[in-house]
Protein backbone atom coordinates (compact mmCIF):
# COMPACT_ATOMS: atom_id res chain seq x y z
CA UNK A 1 0.00 0.00 0.00
CA UNK A 2 1.67 3.43 -1.02
CA UNK A 3 0.44 6.36 1.17
CA UNK A 4 -0.03 9.80 -0.35
CA UNK A 5 -0.60 13.53 1.13
CA UNK A 6 -4.11 14.76 -0.08
CA UNK A 7 -6.28 17.98 0.65
CA UNK A 8 -9.44 16.60 2.79
CA UNK A 9 -11.97 18.89 0.50
CA UNK A 10 -10.63 16.72 -2.86
CA UNK A 11 -12.63 14.02 -1.34
CA UNK A 12 -15.60 15.97 -0.84
CA UNK A 13 -15.96 16.06 -4.97
CA UNK A 14 -19.45 15.69 -5.19
CA UNK A 15 -19.71 15.69 -8.68
CA UNK A 16 -17.27 13.05 -9.50
CA UNK A 17 -16.54 10.68 -6.53
CA UNK A 18 -18.77 8.53 -4.26
CA UNK A 19 -17.54 8.06 -1.06
CA UNK A 20 -18.91 4.24 0.61
CA UNK A 21 -18.41 3.58 4.17
CA UNK A 22 -18.62 -0.14 3.94
CA UNK A 23 -21.46 -1.59 6.62
CA UNK A 24 -18.63 -3.47 8.52
CA UNK A 25 -17.37 -0.12 9.37
CA UNK A 26 -18.50 1.26 12.90
CA UNK A 27 -21.36 3.65 13.75
CA UNK A 28 -20.75 7.36 13.82
CA UNK A 29 -20.06 7.46 17.38
CA UNK A 30 -18.10 10.81 17.67
CA UNK A 31 -19.07 12.23 20.77
CA UNK A 32 -18.84 16.26 21.53
CA UNK A 33 -15.60 16.24 23.06
CA UNK A 34 -14.19 14.85 19.36
CA UNK A 35 -16.30 17.43 17.99
CA UNK A 36 -15.01 20.15 20.25
CA UNK A 37 -11.58 18.91 19.24
CA UNK A 38 -12.39 19.23 15.54
CA UNK A 39 -13.88 22.28 16.06
CA UNK A 40 -11.05 24.02 17.99
CA UNK A 41 -8.19 22.72 15.62
CA UNK A 42 -9.78 24.56 12.75
CA UNK A 43 -10.14 27.47 14.52
CA UNK A 44 -6.82 27.84 15.56
CA UNK A 45 -5.92 26.91 11.66
CA UNK A 46 -7.83 30.61 10.98
CA UNK A 47 -6.55 32.61 14.07
CA UNK A 48 -2.92 31.79 13.53
CA UNK A 49 -3.12 31.95 9.27
CA UNK A 50 -1.99 28.73 8.53
CA UNK A 51 -2.94 27.22 5.12
CA UNK A 52 -3.35 23.01 6.26
CA UNK A 53 -3.68 20.82 8.90
CA UNK A 54 -3.10 17.40 9.37
CA UNK A 55 -6.69 15.85 10.23
CA UNK A 56 -5.38 12.33 10.59
CA UNK A 57 -5.11 9.39 7.67
CA UNK A 58 -7.57 8.55 5.38
CA UNK A 59 -7.76 5.52 4.10
CA UNK A 60 -9.52 4.90 1.27
CA UNK A 61 -10.40 1.91 -1.23
CA UNK A 62 -10.07 1.85 -5.17
CA UNK A 63 -12.74 2.99 -7.63
CA UNK A 64 -15.02 1.39 -10.05
CA UNK A 65 -14.68 1.89 -13.58
CA UNK A 66 -17.14 3.96 -14.61
CA UNK A 67 -18.44 5.57 -11.42
CA UNK A 68 -16.10 7.49 -9.22
CA UNK A 69 -16.25 5.56 -5.89
CA UNK A 70 -14.26 4.97 -2.66
CA UNK A 71 -14.73 2.60 0.12
CA UNK A 72 -13.24 4.86 2.78
CA UNK A 73 -12.20 2.13 5.16
CA UNK A 74 -10.36 4.88 7.75
CA UNK A 75 -11.23 8.09 9.00
CA UNK A 76 -14.71 7.95 8.12
CA UNK A 77 -15.68 9.51 11.49
CA UNK A 78 -13.40 12.78 10.67
CA UNK A 79 -14.85 12.86 7.10
CA UNK A 80 -18.50 12.68 8.21
CA UNK A 81 -17.90 15.51 10.69
CA UNK A 82 -16.05 17.60 8.23
CA UNK A 83 -18.81 16.94 5.79
CA UNK A 84 -21.64 18.04 8.76
CA UNK A 85 -19.80 21.09 9.15
CA UNK A 86 -19.76 22.20 6.34
CA UNK A 87 -23.79 21.72 5.99
CA UNK A 88 -24.40 23.16 9.08
CA UNK A 89 -21.97 26.36 7.50
CA UNK A 90 -24.30 26.03 4.27
CA UNK A 91 -27.35 26.23 6.32
CA UNK A 92 -26.04 29.58 7.98
CA UNK A 93 -25.28 31.37 5.28
CA UNK A 94 -28.73 30.54 3.18
CA UNK A 95 -30.58 31.74 6.65
CA UNK A 96 -28.29 34.97 6.99
CA UNK A 97 -27.20 33.99 10.35
CA UNK A 98 -23.58 34.68 9.51
CA UNK A 99 -22.05 36.36 6.21
CA UNK A 100 -18.87 35.97 3.83
CA UNK A 101 -17.55 37.93 1.42
CA UNK A 102 -19.01 36.00 -1.32
CA UNK A 103 -22.48 36.05 -1.67
CA UNK A 104 -22.46 32.72 -3.57
CA UNK A 105 -20.51 30.91 -1.33
CA UNK A 106 -23.00 28.66 0.14
CA UNK A 107 -24.24 27.66 -3.42
CA UNK A 108 -20.83 26.97 -4.49
CA UNK A 109 -19.88 24.77 -1.30
CA UNK A 110 -23.25 23.03 -2.02
CA UNK A 111 -22.74 22.25 -5.53
CA UNK A 112 -19.07 21.59 -5.42
CA UNK A 113 -18.62 19.94 -1.99
CA UNK A 114 -22.04 18.77 -0.51
CA UNK A 115 -24.31 17.31 -4.27
CA UNK A 116 -23.25 14.71 -6.01
CA UNK A 117 -24.02 14.38 -9.75
CA UNK A 118 -26.90 12.11 -10.19
CA UNK A 119 -26.75 12.06 -13.83
CA UNK A 120 -23.75 9.08 -13.01
CA UNK A 121 -24.65 5.48 -12.84
CA UNK A 122 -25.13 4.48 -9.66
CA UNK A 123 -25.25 0.80 -7.95
CA UNK A 124 -27.85 -0.34 -5.41
CA UNK A 125 -26.21 -0.98 -2.05
CA UNK A 126 -29.27 -1.78 -0.11
Known amino acids: MKGSEKRLISLYDGSNVRMII ?3 QRNYDWTRDNCRQLFDDLVSLIKNNRQNHFFGSVVEMGTQEGIGEVSIIDGQQRI ?4 LLMLA ?12 ADPQLARRIRVATLKMNF ?6 YA
Do not use: A, F, G
Open 80 to 83: TTVY
Open 22 to 24: PVY
Open 89 to 100: LVKLLEEEKITS
Open 119 to 124: NQKIKN
